[in-house]
């Protein structure tokens, strides 16, 4: 069974730092690209950002481009997103997602 279980979500003040990590399992890890995605309140799934299964190539969108940072570690199947400079509009639920797979999302609330 595949599961997806992310942490590390909350509130911070705007310029502030989160970083959301993604524990996987059942599904191989170690090969798949993975993605983080978002869904801000009344909006869609918004992507975030990719990383290729070696944790080499990556990608973001533009809304997020040099302030989020994707990781992974393949050997304890995890997935990190580290999260700088966070604006008000970057309040949303964030996803981790394999293959349209995702958990429960932990929640990001920007605001002071």
């Known amino acids: 069974e595949v599961q997806l279980v992310e942490s590390g979500g909350g509130l911070v003040q705007p310029g502030g730092s989160l970083r959301l990590s993604c524990a996987a399992s059942g599904f191989p890890f170690s090969t798949s690209v993975m993605n983080w995605v978002r869904q801000a309140p009344g909006k869609g799934l918004e992507w975030v950002s990719r990383?290729?299964?070696?944790?080499?190539?990556?990608s973001y969108a533009d809304s997020v481009k040099g302030r989020f940072t994707i990781s992974r570690d393949n050997a304890k199947t995890t997935l990190s997103l580290q999260m700088n400079s966070l604006k008000p509009e970057d309040t949303a639920v964030y996803y981790c997602?394999?293959?349209?797979?995702r958990g429960q999302g932990t929640q990001v609330t920007v605001s002071s």
């Open positions: 990383i290729d299964s070696g944790g080499v190539i990556t």
């Open positions: 997602e394999w293959y349209s797979k």
